[in-house]
């Protein structure tokens, strides 16, 4: 595509990235637009035989597993990593939440977000699914599990027991197999999880980024975020499996590092596998066995052969918009509603115009997303980077002792500004919804 050829040369690529991450990033994110795109532009053409939208979010938690946990590793700084996330994922995710509220006169919010004060701690936290709040933005369920990931992440890291990856994958595969077979749904219902989990978030995060009392306050937060996974999320059994995933990804790593086999990561396939078969809480369309084994295989292969591939040159296409992802994942929703509030149900038209409304949709989603990497992103990261430096300076301190052996490095990636997230896999259009 010219537009988004000529766009990507406008935006710099850092040459110390991980070009087959951002690659991955790339391709989970094209899925990811085309399974919001395709049942409302061009329905036809929809794949039915796997989810595009599992599949590209699968490829994403796979590459968070995979970079996030070394990359603290690597640094060993709580403090850094911490102020890096907020200001790499904030930003944005405020500036989203500000547009979709500024408009909802026009395109209103969702009906799965409260109208109380629970929408707004959960959104504070992102812990949104967790706590079973609708986000303003339709994708943002995701970054629950992300949330999730991080504050375990920090909590094993302090704990000393970070090297475990392959154990703990096949422990919530298997988590989310059990949970599948007795949980209906979330056990915590109502608005004071979001409450709850938020004054302990707050509390808990002044805690590890100021150094007093961090290793207690991060495993609260673990056991917090670990209790929220099982016992309150919308779909336990998916969230469990979700985990299971990314901890595979930081099996993965560890085994290309000489540190683990890759025995581990084949269970927990199997188990991810089988999980959704007999769970109470299944039903819908990409659960059913076909289409679900089939999508978690070619997530599987994309991530293998990318990986496969990594010392050589990859498409600077991808590579570019794995570097915009966390953009793109966030706003293309929201444009793509307000493009067919414009454009009207564009389902029965005829395929040339669907083909050419598409494009234009595509165009306007990939341009507003560049610019949003370039003017909200981009910046920020950089005061994020400031910021960390300050603190580091100002705030060293006994607490803040590194994990022996592993000191700052510059790694290229969670020094410069890494994305992930990963995008929506539910079905916000299944067959025969309505549009919006």
Same mark, same amino acid.
Do not use: K, N
């Given at each position: 595509m010219r537009v988004s050829t000529a766009v990507a040369r406008s935006v710099p690529i850092p040459v110390a990235r991980l070009a087959w991450l951002d690659a991955l990033r790339g391709i989970g994110a094209l899925a990811v637009v085309a399974e919001h795109l395709l049942p409302w532009f061009l329905p036809d053409l929809r794949p039915y035989w796997f989810n595009l939208g599992v599949y590209g979010i699968f490829v994403f938690f796979l590459v968070s597993g995979y970079i996030i946990p070394t990359s603290l590793e690597r640094h060993g700084d709580v403090r850094a990593f911490w102020i890096s996330r907020f200001f790499r994922l904030y930003p944005l995710y405020l500036s989203v939440i500000v547009l979709v509220l500024a408009l909802a006169w026009w395109v209103p919010v969702r009906g799965e977000v409260p109208r109380d004060g629970s929408a707004v701690a959960a959104h504070a936290t992102m812990l949104l699914d967790v706590v079973s709040v609708g986000g303003v933005a339709d994708t943002m369920w995701t970054l629950s599990y992300e949330m999730v990931f991080y504050l375990l992440v920090t909590a094993l890291f302090l704990i000393r027991a970070h090297d475990r990856s392959g154990l703990l994958s096949m422990l919530f595969a298997a988590g989310s197999v059990?949970?599948?077979?007795?949980?209906?749904?979330?056990?915590?219902?109502?608005?004071?999880?979001?409450?709850?989990?938020?004054?302990?978030?707050?509390?808990?995060?002044?805690?590890?980024?100021?150094?007093?009392?961090? *290793?207690?306050?991060?495993? =609260?937060?673990?056991?917090?975020?670990?209790?929220?996974?099982?016992?309150?999320?919308?779909?336990?059994?998916?969230?469990?499996?979700?985990?299971? +995933?990314?901890?595979?990804? !930081? /099996? &993965?790593?560890?085994?290309?590092?000489?540190?683990?086999?890759?025995? $581990?990561? %084949?269970? !927990? *396939? %199997?188990?991810?596998?089988?999980?959704? #078969? @007999? /769970?109470?809480?299944?039903?819908?369309? @990409?659960?059913? /066995?076909?289409?679900?084994? *089939? !999508? &978690?295989?070619?997530?599987?292969?994309?991530?293998?052969?990318?990986?496969?591939?990594?010392?050589?040159?990859? $498409?600077?296409?991808?590579? @570019?918009?794995?570097? +915009?992802?966390?953009?793109?994942?966030? =706003?293309?929703?929201?444009? #793509?509603k307000y493009f067919v509030e414009i454009s009207g149900d564009l389902r029965q038209a005829e395929l040339p115009y669907q083909l050419g409304m598409a494009a234009l949709a595509m165009t306007v989603v990939l341009v507003v997303s560049a610019l949003a990497y370039r003017w909200i992103e981009r910046p920020m990261q950089a005061l994020g980077r400031r910021v960390s430096r300050r603190s580091t300076r100002g705030l060293q301190g006994p607490a803040d002792q590194r994990v022996a052996g592993q000191g700052p490095r510059h790694d290229g990636v969670l020094g410069h500004e890494e994305s992930q997230m990963p995008d929506g896999m539910r079905d916000h259009v299944g067959r025969g919804d309505p549009v919006g």
């Open positions: 059990v949970v599948g077979l007795v949980a209906s749904g979330a056990v915590l219902v109502g608005g004071w999880p979001a409450y709850l989990s938020c004054g302990m978030f707050v509390a808990g995060l002044v805690c590890v980024v100021w150094g007093r009392l961090r *290793t207690p306050a991060a495993c =609260v937060l673990g056991v917090m975020a670990l209790a929220l996974l099982l016992l309150s999320s919308r779909v336990p059994w998916l969230g469990a499996a979700v985990i299971a +995933i990314m901890f595979a990804g !930081t /099996a &993965i790593h560890r085994w290309e590092r000489g540190g683990g086999s890759l025995w $581990p990561v %084949a269970v !927990t *396939t %199997a188990l991810v596998a089988i999980a959704p #078969l @007999w /769970a109470i809480e299944s039903g819908w369309w @990409w659960v059913q /066995a076909d289409v679900w084994l *089939t !999508t &978690i295989a070619l997530a599987g292969a994309t991530f293998a052969g990318a990986m496969a591939l990594r010392a050589r040159r990859l $498409p600077r296409v991808l590579v @570019w918009l794995g570097l +915009i992802s966390y953009s793109l994942y966030l =706003v293309h929703h929201p444009l #793509l």
